[in-house]
Nanobody, 124 residues
């Protein structure tokens, strides 16, 4: 499966932003889909994941409430809605796919397909 992210940009603290991930080559219903992010000088970290079947979701501690992951199986897309953005949310955001079911997959090595990333910058 090939993944392409879109929707990043420069926003102010407190703003909202929605990222999208479009899949091709296979249907996302076959995968656990996730978002990761990587800030400069830091390791790539888990943000959120969603499974199918079932549509279960999981989040990094502290992000639920500001971030929401969703999937549109008909359009073969996954979205990340981010609210009340903070400067510490600045990072490259990546979409990822795993053939194994479960939102407990929280490390990059558990995912086999990645997008190229989209930059999110939160600054006043």
């Amino acid at each position: 499966v090939q993944l392409v992210e879109a929707g990043g940009g420069l926003v102010h603290p407190g703003d909202s932003l929605s990222l999208s991930c479009t899949a091709s080559g296979d249907y996302i219903t076959s995968y656990t889909m996730a978002w990761f992010r990587q800030a400069p000088g830091k390791e790539r970290e888990f943000v959120a994941a969603t499974t199918w079947p079932g549509g279960s979701v999981g989040y990094q501690d502290g992000l639920q409430g500001r971030f929401a992951i969703s999937r549109n199986n008909g359009e073969n897309t996954v979205h990340l809605q981010m609210g009340d953005l903070k400067p510490e949310d600045t990072a490259v955001y990546y979409c990822a796919a795993s053939s194994r079911w479960g939102t407990n997959q929280r490390t990059p090595s558990e995912y086999h397909s990645w997008g190229q990333g989209t930059q999110v910058t939160v600054s006043s």
